[in-house]
């Protein structure tokens, strides 16, 4: 326990945050999910079907890259979603945390399969040039896991999951829950805007090339 001890802290106290503020859908629910990387094939990630109100630490699971429970109590499994979770550490280095949520505005835009144009430069350089729509598959299929995989190399920290979601990454867990707020937040704006029925401008176009040359950059070097 000593050796993953702060990584599952880490991935339970982001959970308990995320639950409070409705991020996963409902407050008595299961939905959604959280981890850490721990090491370069591992990462620490919230159990199968336990209410984030009753996780302690010690339920956080600690699974391999290669499905491999490393730690973790016989009675709880992994989230069914592990495998999308080691896809993203795999496919990108530069992430060292993943919040896959159900969050309102974000899933709203899911069940519309519409993904968000760049509409704030400082939302932007953080989340990418815009906010994709990853195509439906399944919650816990390889198949989710390899449309989510198609989808990386645009290095963005933001995804919208059709008919499921939101992922938001991040080189830290407290960069990933700030990618998710940041995700509801233009979400939220973009959704009213079209309501009005008027024209929505969006950044020019040298902002999103200069958004896209930043953000390849600090994947390159991660």
């Given at each position: ?41 591992a990462m620490a990630i919230t159990p199968s079907s336990v209410k ?28 069914v979603e592990s495998g999308l979770h080691a896809i993203i550490y ?133």
């Open positions: 326990m000593a050796k993953y001890e702060k990584f599952k802290k880490n991935v339970l106290e982001a959970s308990l945050w995320l639950s409070e503020k409705g991020y996963f859908g409902s407050h008595r629910g299961t939905g959604g999910n959280v981890s850490v990387r721990v090491t370069e094939s984030y109100q009753d996780l302690k630490a010690s339920d956080i699971c600690v699974v391999g890259f290669d499905h491999e429970v490393i730690e973790g109590k016989m009675s709880l499994k992994p989230s795999q496919k990108r280095p530069d992430t060292n945390a993943v919040v896959h949520t159900h969050q309102l505005y974000g899933s709203v835009f899911a069940v519309m399969n519409m993904s968000i144009p760049p509409l704030f430069d400082d939302v932007a350089f953080s989340l990418g040039t815009s906010i994709d729509v990853i195509p439906y598959a399944l919650s816990g299929s390889s198949e989710l896991a390899h449309n989510v995989a198609g989808k990386l190399s645009n290095n963005a920290n933001a995804y919208i999951l059709q008919n499921h979601g939101i992922l938001a990454l991040g080189k830290t867990i407290e960069k990933a829950i700030l990618h998710a707020e940041l995700l509801e937040k233009v979400a939220h704006i973009y959704y009213l805007a079209l309501s009005t029925g008027k024209p929505v401008s969006t950044l020019p176009e040298s902002i999103v090339e200069l958004v896209k040359v930043v953000r390849n950059h600090e994947v390159k070097e991660s």
